[in-house]
């Protein structure tokens, strides 16, 4: 047997050691920032039940996304084949970019807001129009230029098999830029669709767990890089439930942006084209019906959203 063959990932992949890194790293970050005084100056916030809550969680968080992708990378890495491990490094470069600009924007608390707070795309775009720079324009920048970057360093991973050779090379050149753009879109759509469901406790932790479950089971030793992400996503979704529904933590911008960043980057290292663009689509599609639409209405008007978002939430 060639050496290659014995050097691709299994059907399994490294989901087992990416989960207990993902898992030791979100819970190890969060419980060390439980006792510091800078904690409880900086990072306590009031929810929306009144109750204090620390975005320590968000910080774990945060850390649970960057440990991830760097343990994939060690795994998925052939030195025959240095592609192998350009996915894991865009789940790194995604989920930096999502939690730092998120840990800004935490921390900023809307100070540079002034007396009338942007909310929304519009609202900080519509900021910037009056030469007011918020976090939250911050925010879209560096997410943005987070997911140009690993969309790119996707597209190039899977450039040896999908790309093209010799005289269809200029065909090649322009898929790759389609495929780079639409895994952008993918990733900086699904930072930001996470944010916006951190409304309540455990909300964005669930729906980052959803969207991972099938994707830690993709099929094919080319989906091997999107097991790895998405299995990272799911453990660290795992370690800060908890809390989250406990009301003792929250991810704030921090947690949700870097996780959001993660699934995102998970979605499109899929190797299904079709996949990919409906990902594009939806979360995009989210993201602007967030202008006009409250998801939390949505939510609490259908049933079945009701009773998920709900299940195993504090009481009041």
Known sequence: MSTRA??????????????????????LG??????????????????YHGRTVSLRGGVG?????????SCAGAVLHDAARPRTALPAVAGVVAASAGGLAGLVDDLDAGAHDDDAPAKGLRGHLGALREGRVTTGALKI???GAGAVVAGGLLAAGRRPEEGARGARAAVGGAAWAVDAATSAVV????ANVHNLLDLRPGRALKAAALLSVPLVVAPGPRAAACRALATG????????????????TMLGDTGSNALGAL??????????????TVAALVGTGLVLASEKVSFSGVIARTPLLNALDTLGRRAR
């Open 6 to 27: 014995t050097t691709l990932p299994g059907p399994r992949g490294p989901r087992a050691p990416v989960a207990l890194m993902a898992l030791t790293a979100t819970l």
């Open 30 to 47: 969060s419980r060390a920032l439980r006792a510091p005084r800078w904690t409880k100056k900086h990072l306590e916030r009031t929810n």
């Open 61 to 69: 968080v945060a850390l649970g996304t960057l440990t991830a992708p």
């Open 141 to 143: 920048a560096v997410i």
């Open 187 to 190: 990733i900086a759509s699904w």
């Open 233 to 248: 996503a799911l453990a660290t979704s795992v370690a800060a439930l908890p809390e989250d529904l406990g009301e003792d």
């Open 263 to 276: 699934v995102g980057t998970a979605l499109a290292a899929h190797p299904a084209v079709g996949l990919r």
